[in-house]
């Protein structure tokens, strides 16, 4: 029997974006992308995060890995971005919008300064992104844009109003975007990570201890998730395996999101 799994998720020759991939989600899923032999650009505000990251995909993947230093709010750098990028590979295929924040109050005492940030990162920037990367992706034979929104784009929660609405706000615009660049072959998807051991939600615990176990019992899969489990779905959702899936989000939360 043919293997046809190979090919179907085979992403040697094409080149991803990975914003906020210094450390935690956007890691694991460069680590993911490059593992299936894509050309990474590693794109995070953190340079020494960042360089760590390079230089274990270079050394574990033997893959092209190329750093850029960015602030997703910083339109001139977005432009340069994509300059830079297609200037190394050739063109870009896979954009993956990961890097985002979170910020905690409630909504009564929430600063405008807090709300405005939040929406800066997880939503306009994602905006601005996909905007500057729309015209190399047409040019690829693919495109694919996936966008890290979570699973409180489907909950409400008391202490993340700016949160869950940016991440609900993703979703939409990662819908609107699908129908809107099907005809350039291009396939938009969220993906939507359940409680992920990360240096942020790691920090967060830590003014909740109790956060850990409440989280293990409820969600089905009994564990926390880790970086490494968004993989699968990121090579999926950039490979010519997903080429009739677009618009969708989809939970990797253990099961978290069902429960
Ligand atoms: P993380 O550990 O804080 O990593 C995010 C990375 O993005 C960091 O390297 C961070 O740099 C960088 N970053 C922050 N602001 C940036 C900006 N303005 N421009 C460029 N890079 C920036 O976060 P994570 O837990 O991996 O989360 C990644 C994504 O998954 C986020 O969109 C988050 O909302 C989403 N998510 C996470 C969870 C979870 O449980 N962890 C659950 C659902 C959804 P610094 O090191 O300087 O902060």
């Given at each position: 029997m043919k293997n046809l799994t190979q090919p179907l998720f085979d992403l040697t020759g094409k080149t991803a974006?990975?914003?906020?991939?210094?450390?935690?989600?956007?890691?694991?899923?460069?680590?993911?992308?490059?593992?299936?032999?894509?050309?990474?650009?590693?794109?995070?505000?953190?340079?020494?995060?960042?360089?760590?990251?390079?230089?274990?995909?270079?050394?574990?993947?033997?893959?092209?890995?190329?750093?850029?230093?960015?602030?997703?709010?910083?339109?001139?750098?977005?432009?340069?971005?994509?300059?830079?990028?297609?200037?190394?590979?050739?063109?870009?295929d896979i954009l993956v919008n990961n890097a985002g924040i979170v910020t905690i109050s409630e909504p009564q005492s929430m600063s405008m300064e807090d709300w405005d940030k939040t929406m800066?990162?997880?939503?306009?920037?994602?905006?601005?992104?996909?905007?500057?990367?729309?015209?190399?992706?047409?040019?690829?034979a693919n495109g694919k844009?996936?966008?890290?929104?979570?699973?409180?784009?489907?909950?409400?929660?008391?202490y993340l109003p700016s949160y869950a609405a940016s991440k609900s706000g993703l979703v939409q615009l990662t819908r609107s975007l699908a129908i809107a660049w099907a005809p350039d072959n291009i396939q938009a998807n969220c993906i939507l990570p359940g409680w992920i051991n990360t240096p942020l939600s790691i920090e967060g615990r830590k003014n909740n201890p109790a956060a850990?176990?409440?989280?293990?019992?409820?969600?089905?899969?009994?564990?926390?998730?880790?970086?490494?489990?968004?993989?699968g779905t990121a090579i999926f959702l950039a490979s010519g395996a997903s080429q009739y899936v677009t618009g969708v989000s989809i939970p990797v939360d253990g099961g978290y999101s069902i429960n």
């Amino acid at each position: 029997m043919k293997n046809l799994t190979q090919p179907l998720f085979d992403l040697t020759g094409k080149t991803a974006i990975v914003t906020g991939a210094g450390q935690g989600i956007g890691r694991g899923i460069a680590e993911g992308l490059a593992t299936a032999g894509a050309s990474i650009v590693i794109a995070d505000i953190n340079s020494d995060t960042m360089s760590q990251t390079s230089s274990h995909i270079r050394e574990t993947c033997k893959v092209e890995v190329m750093e850029f230093s960015l602030d997703v709010r910083r339109e001139e750098q977005v432009l340069n971005l994509m300059d830079e990028t297609i200037a190394a590979f050739g063109s870009l295929d896979i954009l993956v919008n990961n890097a985002g924040i979170v910020t905690i109050s409630e909504p009564q005492s929430m600063s405008m300064e807090d709300w405005d940030k939040t929406m800066d990162i997880n939503l306009r920037s994602v905006f601005v992104l996909c905007q500057n990367a729309y015209h190399h992706l047409k040019k690829s034979a693919n495109g694919k844009i996936i966008n890290i929104a979570s699973i409180y784009a489907i909950f409400g929660a008391q202490y993340l109003p700016s949160y869950a609405a940016s991440k609900s706000g993703l979703v939409q615009l990662t819908r609107s975007l699908a129908i809107a660049w099907a005809p350039d072959n291009i396939q938009a998807n969220c993906i939507l990570p359940g409680w992920i051991n990360t240096p942020l939600s790691i920090e967060g615990r830590k003014n909740n201890p109790a956060a850990h176990d409440i989280v293990v019992g409820r969600t089905p899969a009994g564990r926390w998730g880790d970086p490494q489990d968004l993989a699968g779905t990121a090579i999926f959702l950039a490979s010519g395996a997903s080429q009739y899936v677009t618009g969708v989000s989809i939970p990797v939360d253990g099961g978290y999101s069902i429960n």
